[in-house]
Structure formats: C-alpha cells, structure tokens
C-alpha cells in the first residue's frame, strides 16, 4: 500500500510537471509563432500599400513584368500584378501565362472592394505556403506574398531552446516531486488505515492531525466526522429501538415489504395473522396468504400510490381494514388493524335503524290515515288547526323513515345496483321530465344547460334517486330565482353531472360536512321545507356505490352547485383513453 500511494502521487506529479512543461513550451511557441506572423502581417500590408501607389504612377511607362520584379526585389517578397479581369499581368517567381485566373483569390476579391486583403495558404502554383496580401490599383491589384518557410525556422529555433530550458526544469521538479510525494504518502496512508478503521464499524478510532495545509485540514475534518458519525449513530441507535418498542406495542399489525416482495420486518401484531412462519426475507405469500392482500400490494409496489383495502381472509372470523403505502427504497408498508368489532357495530347500528324505521312505518301510516279521516269529518276548525299540525308532522315522520331505511339499504348494499351503459341525455332528459312539474309549482324552470354525447355505466333508477335528491333540494333553497340548471361534463374516465341553483350559496364552513347524516345548515328552514336531513347523504352512498364520488361548491349570493362523478362505459372510456393518448 505504502508503495501504491508513493508511486500514484509520484506519477501523478510527474504528469503535471510533464504537462504544465509541454503546456509551457507550446504556448511559448505559438505565441512567438503568432508574434511573428503578425509582424509579417503588418509589413507586407505597409509595402504592398506603398507598391500599389508606385505600380499606378509607372503603369505604362514600364513593362508590367519589369515593374513586377523591381517591386518583388524592393520588398523581399514574391509580387503579382493583375488586371480587373482577375488574369495574371506579371509574376516575379512565375509565369504569368501559366497562371491561372486569380478572381476568385480572397485577398484579390477584397482589393477589388477597395481594401487591403489578406490570405494564408499554399501556392498552387509553387506547392508552399504563403502569407498574402493584396491592394488595389486602378488598372487590377497588386500582390506581395511571403513563404512562411523562414517563420517556422526562427520558430523551431525558439522551439529548442525552450525544450533543453523544460528538461532542466522538469528534473528539478521532479527531485522536488520525490521529496514531496513521500511526505503526502506519509500522511495519506494514516488516513486510509483510519478510515478503514471507520468502514470496519471501529467509530471510537481517532486521527490525531495539526498543521493548517490541506491534507491537515482533511485530517481534521475526518476526525470530526468521525466523532459526529459516532454520536449520531448512537442516537439513531436509540431511536431505532424505541420506534421498534413502539411499533411492537401497537395492536395493529404492521409489516414493510421489500420491492422483491419478501418480509423486511414485521411487528408482534403480525405474528397471529401468519399462514405459516413470519420471518424476515422470505417471501410475502409464504407468510400470508389472502389474496387481496397480495394484489393491494402488488398495486402499490407496481403504481406508487397509497391504498386502502378491507380483508376478509386474513384471518377466520375477523375483518381487517388494510392501508398500504410506498416506502422510499421501492419497498412497502402495510398497517393492518382489525375492525372485526367496528364492523359489527356498524352493522347493528343498520339493522337496528332498519327495524326500527320498519316498525314505525305502519303505525305512521295508520296515524297519517286516521288523521286525514278527522280531518275530513270534523267542523271544527280548532281540531282541524291541530289535525293538520299532527298530519304534517307524521307526513315529517314518515318522510324520514324512509329516508333512513333508503339509507340503511344503500349503505349495507341490501340494494343491489344493477348498472348498465346508459345515455347521459337520457338521464338528464329523465330527471327534467320527472321534476319540472314540482318546479312549475315553485315558479321555476329546469334548464338543461349542457348534453354531452355519452354512455355512463350506472343504474338508472338510483341515478334517478341522485338526481331526485339534488333537484328537490335545489327547489327548496331557490327562492327568489327563475331556473335550476343540470347537465354533465365530460371528465377523463367518468362523466360529471351536475344542479345548479342560484340562491344565496352555503358559507364555506358548511361545504365539508354537507353530506353527513342530519347535517343542516339552516336547521329551522330545512325543518320548515320538509328536509329529513339525509337526502344528500343517500346521494353519496349511491354515487360511492358506483365507483364515483359528490362534492358540492358555492358562492355567497351566487347559488351552489352539487355534483357528482361516475365511471364512463366502457366504450366512451376507450375513446377518452384514445383521445387522450393522442394529445
């Protein structure tokens, strides 16, 4: 290891030296490069501006081939002269009739704008490479062109100098390298026996380091870390086994799932509702065996959501309600608690109401009968004043035992829906035909405001119940208004009906509880209107019952709007889906 860490630092500050010196020496170059061929540059510009201006005074006195090699030898440099054409006048290095045309030249074409053009590249004439600059005359241009062959030379000459100034540099950095290298290794190498020691679970070991450099604030900072790791760890340590204390003490069962589907850990609750032997890393199925269970996992651990299930295999006799949740490590959780006792209640608390409400039903019927019968016969109008106040309130009565065995079978699922692919114009056809008469009477119209071409699978008679519900308890809270307004909406996956009043709207305090059992708002208007109190409660069973859910919103001084969701058939759920897919 010692000799791993002394040669990998060595290596590595070899490889900088190396570099930072062949960086050196490059960037050295190609600026004396650079430098040179600007000078270059900037004095062919100077003389070929000043070879231009000569070249028009002693155009026509002289040949332009004496003129060419008099200005070539004055300026050091390979000249060419050339008309407007582009064609070759006169070359000092060449002949001119075997040249070809130079139009298309960049320097000649910014001369022949009036400027001072440039160009670097070879001479397809000569086969070397050249710096080029051209300036305009009246009668073309005229060229002065350098070979870059004298540049390089002065270039590989610094060059050289510069690689035997590197190689002394570079041996001196690498002796300091060596002397180096072995202090860091030194060092180093405490470290790594310390932080194996930390790997190893060994949180109590410590790195004694002072100093202010790098590796000594390293040091340091290990050993800090080290010392927070170890405190934190305890803590973690403490709260593990009190969060495990508590889990074992709850009475629900609990059990997480790894995304393998195998038991990662469990609590004592969940010992009893085994199949066979609990234990973690074997798998889920081999431990329980109700098949809800198995499939609400698989759905969570598959779509990443919370869900809820009630299981009735879990264990004989017992009903249990399950909530399972996605873990951060793409495992599960499950919290299981028995709701044997619950169910039992709820289910006496049914029946009990059932029978109760059965029972009054007849002698309400009598009494409302009886009472009718008085009213009829009696002259009295002191008696009728009481027969009538002991008619509506057995009327009152009667409207709510049948509300609340309505309720009572809705909730047990006594009333088996029969749901089939109805329209949804047709639903709402049937609800503003049903009801429009009773509006008539209250001064109101019933306006279907929007008709979506759709099936919805649902029973009609208890979407017409729904609807029953919604519209006699818009009628009641209307007043002051001219219309109701129902309709439907199309929701991806289900259809949205909808009844709108505009009366004076719900205060925002009251929405959340509106669909509870009795819940009123105005509880001497409701008493007065007739209401029982349970009318939207059975709305949300039934829409509950089909899979879909009701709300309700409103605005002060606006009116409310009660709606509830149901899933689409199957057929307008393939379009949905399609129509989506293709958005």
Same mark, same amino acid.
């Given at each position: 290891m010692r000799k791993r860490i002394f040669l990998k630092l060595l290596f590595l500050i070899v490889v900088v030296v190396g570099v930072s010196t062949a960086a050196l020496d490059l960037l050295v170059r190609r600026s004396w490069e650079a430098s040179l061929l600007s000078q270059l540059h900037q004095g062919l510009q100077d003389k070929v501006q000043m *070879?231009?201006?000569?070249?028009?005074?002693? =155009?026509?006195?002289?040949?332009?081939? /004496?003129? @060419?090699?008099?200005?070539?030898?004055? =300026?050091?440099?390979?000249?060419?002269?050339? &008309?407007?054409?582009?064609?070759?006048l006169a070359d000092s290095e060449?002949?001119?009739?075997?040249?070809?045309?130079?139009?298309?030249?960049?320097? *000649?074409?910014?001369? *022949?704008?009036?400027?001072?053009? #440039? $160009?670097?590249?070879?001479?397809?004439?000569?086969?070397? /490479?050249?710096s080029y600059v051209a300036a305009p005359t009246s009668f073309g241009a005229v060229r002065l062109a350098y070979p870059l062959s004298s540049i390089r030379a002065d270039v590989r000459k610094v060059e050289k100098e510069l690689l035997e100034a590197s190689g002394i540099a570079f041996l001196a950095g690498l002796l300091v390298a060596l002397i180096g290298a072995e202090s860091i290794s030194r060092r180093l190498r405490r470290m790594v026996v310390f932080a194996q020691e930390i790997a190893d679970g060994k949180l109590s070991a410590r790195l004694p380091e002072s100093g202010s450099d790098e590796i000594?604030?390293?040091?340091?900072?290990?050993?800090?870390?080290?010392?927070?790791?170890?405190?934190?760890?305890?803590?973690?340590?403490?709260?593990?086994? /009190?969060?495990?204390?508590?889990?074992?003490?709850?009475?629900?069962?609990?059990?997480?799932?790894?995304?393998?589907?195998?038991?990662?850990?469990?609590?004592?609750?969940?010992?009893?509702?085994?199949?066979?032997?609990?234990? @973690?890393?074997?798998?889920?199925?081999?431990?329980?065996? $109700?098949? $809800?269970?198995?499939?609400?996992?698989?759905?969570?651990?598959?779509?990443?959501? @919370?869900? #809820?299930?009630?299981?009735?295999?879990? #264990?004989p006799g017992r009903i249990f309600g399950m909530t399972s949740a996605p873990l951060p490590d793409g495992g599960v959780v499950c919290v299981l608690r028995d709701s044997t006792e619950i169910a039992r209640v709820e289910r006496t608390r049914r029946d009990f109401i059932a029978n109760v409400s059965h029972e009054l039903r007849t002698p309400l019927t009598s009494l409302l009968g009886y009472t009718e019968t008085l009213m009829d016969e009696s002259a009295d109008s002191k008696a009728r004043e009481f027969l009538e106040i002991i008619r509506r309130?057995? /009327?009152?009565? #009667?409207?709510?035992?049948?509300?609340?065995?309505?309720?009572?079978?809705?909730?047990?699922?006594?009333?088996?829906?029969?749901?089939?692919a109805v329209s949804a114009n047709e639903l709402l056809r049937d609800a503003q035909t049903s009801f429009s008469e009773l509006a008539k009477a209250k001064g109101l119209t019933i306006e279907i405001s929007q008709t979506p071409d759709?099936?919805?699978?649902? &029973?009609?008679?208890?979407?017409?119940? @729904?609807?029953?519900?919604?519209?006699?308890?818009?009628?009641? !809270?209307?007043?002051?208004?001219?219309?109701?307004?129902?309709?439907?909406? $199309?929701?991806?996956?289900?259809?949205?009906? !909808?009844?709108?009043?505009?009366?004076?709207?719900?205060?925002?305090?009251?929405?959340?509880?509106? *669909?509870e059992r009795f819940y009123r708002v105005d509880k001497a208007r409701s008493r007065e209107a007739g209401g029982t109190g349970l009318g939207l409660a059975i709305v949300k069973h039934i829409v509950l019952n089909h899979g879909g859910q009701a709300g309700v919103t409103s605005e002060l001084g606006h009116g409310s709007v009660f709606w509830f969701r149901i899933p689409l058939a199957v057929v307008d759920l393939e379009i949905a889906e399609a129509t989506a897919n293709r958005k």
């Open positions: *070879f231009a201006a000569r070249a028009d005074r002693e =155009a026509g006195t002289i040949p332009f081939q /004496q003129l @060419v090699s008099e200005i070539g030898k004055a =300026a050091r440099a390979r000249a060419t002269i050339i &008309d407007r054409s582009g064609k070759v060449a002949q001119a009739e075997a040249m070809e045309n130079h139009a298309t030249r960049p320097e *000649f074409i910014a001369a *022949f704008s009036g400027k001072t053009g #440039s $160009d670097t590249r070879t001479s397809h004439t000569l086969g070397i /490479q050249f000594a604030v390293l040091a340091m900072s290990l050993d800090k870390t080290a010392r927070q790791l170890e405190k934190n760890f305890q803590n973690l340590e403490g709260s593990r086994q /009190q969060l495990e204390t508590l889990l074992n003490s709850m009475h629900d069962a609990v059990v997480a799932i790894s995304p393998k589907q195998d038991i990662a850990w469990f609590n004592g609750a969940m010992n009893p509702l085994a199949a066979g032997r609990i234990a @973690v890393g074997i798998p889920l199925i081999r431990a329980v065996r $109700d098949p $809800d269970l198995l499939q609400v996992v698989a759905e969570v651990l598959e779509k990443r959501i @919370v869900k #809820s299930a009630t299981l009735y295999s879990v #264990s309130n057995a /009327q009152r009565m #009667s409207r709510l035992t049948e509300d609340l065995l309505t309720l009572a079978r809705v909730e047990s699922g006594e009333d088996r829906l029969q749901p089939a759709a099936m919805v699978f649902a &029973d009609r008679d208890a979407i017409h119940q @729904v609807f029953a519900n919604l519209i006699d308890n818009a009628l009641k !809270y209307a007043s002051g208004t001219k219309k109701i307004e129902i309709g439907a909406t $199309d929701r991806f996956g289900s259809l949205e009906f !909808y009844v709108r009043d505009f009366g004076q709207g719900i205060p925002s305090e009251h929405l959340p509880r509106l *669909f």
